[in-house]
Every structure is written in structure tokens, then in C-alpha cells.
């Protein structure tokens, strides 16, 4: 069974700050990469997604992630966050054995203050 | 339809009613999955239909739970006798399969479910 784990549950910055979300995966096999967004009373959208080639991904709105291997890792990153990016972010993974069927992790919920 | 559509938006109901909700899925996809979503808890996995396979009903919490997709497009899930622990905002979303899959899953805005 795959497990995604999500180690910031909430996040605060002023804006113009750095950002970096953690997440790291179990799952001994090849497994696709997801970042997704939930804005305040919207649904849940693709920011953006990993499934080979070049480890860095990049993504709508400025955001980026990179999938480290070695570390089952895939963090999301951006370099300079604006009062809208105020959202909850989910990271989720899904492996060719389980054909579509994402898991996610527990969420970060991102609060970007001006 | 444009995206995916669910019904009702929010649900009040009493402990120990039956409940339904809809889902009708982004036409063309043939993937449907319903997530329930907890406060602080994340997206949690309950059922996955794809195509005419049999259904992955691996993440149901018990057997008060069922779903069902009619004609491979709408789905209905069924809450059987609800529990408070059963609140909670519960989303369908859907893709592509097979050949065309990229992955992507296309979120409805969900069902808020509240038992009392």
C-alpha cells in the first residue's frame, strides 16, 4: 500500500517569503506525483504534476517541485508567495498498480499574510 | 457538462437516516472516485470505478457505505443509517482512463454532509 505524509499542517508567511512544503511517499515502485490546491470555497485543482523525465516539475502560478528519489520525496516550492496563494495544498501519489487512485497526504494549509 | 457536478451542495440529516449523493462525472471520462474529506483529516479514498471493471471499494468505512454508476456516467453514493462520525465533505471527482489517462483527477466542489 502506498501512504503520503504531509509534515506542516499549517503554514503562515508574510508575502514576498520563500516557500517549501514537504511531503514524502511509501511505495517501493514507479509512482506518479501530484500537487493539488484547494482555494478558499473552491474545489480542489492541479497545480502540478510528476510523472518522469526531468526530476523538477514546474507548475501554474509560479510553484515548482522537485522529485528526489532516493528520498521518496516531492516538495513544493516557491520562491516568493503572494497573499493569493492563501490555500490548502495536498500532495498526492498514485502507482501503475492501482491505475488512477490517488492517495493523498493530510494537507498544509497555507496562510499568506499581506 | 463543463465540470464535474455534484448534489446536493449540503445535507442535513439524523442519525440513523439513509443518504444519497450524486455525482455526474466530466462527459468522456470513464474514471469516477468518490474521497470523503474530513476536518483535519485529509482526503480520504473510498470507491473507484473505472470503466466496466469492477469497482475498487477498498476504502469504505463499513458496510453502511455503497455506491453505484449507472451506464458508466452518474454515480450515487449511499449512506446507509448515519452516524455523526459520517460528516463530512464528500467528493467525486473524475478522468480519463486507459490510453488517454494523464493522471489528472477533475474535482466536483463536493457534498457537505452534516448528521445531527
Known amino acids: 500500500a502506498q501512504s503520503v505524509s504531509q509534515h506542516n499542517h499549517h503554514v503562515i508567511l508574510s508575502e514576498a517569503a520563500s516557500l517549501e512544503l514537504g511531503c514524502n511517499y511509501s511505495?517501493?515502485?514507479?509512482?506518479?506525483l501530484f500537487w493539488y490546491v484547494q482555494y478558499p470555497g473552491q474545489h480542489l485543482q492541479l497545480l502540478l504534476k510528476?510523472?518522469?523525465?526531468?526530476?523538477l516539475v514546474k507548475g501554474i502560478k509560479g510553484f515548482e517541485a522537485e522529485f528526489i528519489k532516493s528520498k521518496f520525496s516531492f516538495n513544493l516550492r516557491k520562491p516568493s508567495v503572494q497573499w493569493s496563494d492563501t490555500a490548502e495544498y495536498f500532495c498526492?501519489?498514485?502507482?501503475?498498480?492501482?491505475?488512477?487512485?490517488?492517495?493523498f497526504g493530510g494537507g498544509t494549509r497555507l496562510m499568506v499574510k499581506p | 457538462g463543463a465540470g464535474v457536478s455534484q448534489s446536493p451542495s449540503n445535507k442535513v440529516t439524523e442519525k440513523g437516516k439513509d443518504v444519497e449523493l450524486r455525482c455526474d462525472p466530466i462527459?468522456?471520462?470513464?474514471?469516477l472516485y468518490w474521497y470523503r474529506q474530513s476536518l483535519g483529516q485529509g482526503l480520504e479514498f473510498l470507491i473507484y470505478?473505472?470503466?466496466?471493471?469492477?469497482?475498487?471499494k477498498s476504502g469504505l468505512p463499513s458496510d453502511r457505505f455503497s455506491a453505484e454508476r449507472t451506464g458508466g456516467s452518474v454515480s450515487t453514493l449511499t449512506i446507509q443509517r448515519t452516524q455523526q462520525e459520517d460528516s463530512a465533505v464528500y467528493l467525486c471527482?473524475?478522468?480519463?482512463?486507459?490510453?488517454?489517462?494523464?493522471?489528472?483527477?477533475?474535482f466536483g466542489e463536493g457534498s457537505r454532509l452534516t448528521v445531527l
Open positions: 471527482a473524475s478522468s480519463f482512463g486507459g490510453t488517454k489517462n494523464t493522471g489528472e483527477l477533475f
Open positions: 511505495y517501493g515502485g514507479t509512482v506518479n
Open positions: 510528476y510523472f518522469s523525465g526531468d526530476p
Open positions: 498526492a501519489v498514485s502507482n501503475n498498480n492501482a491505475g488512477n487512485m490517488l492517495t
Open positions: 462527459s468522456g471520462h470513464t474514471a
Open positions: 470505478f473505472q470503466g466496466n471493471s469492477a469497482p475498487d
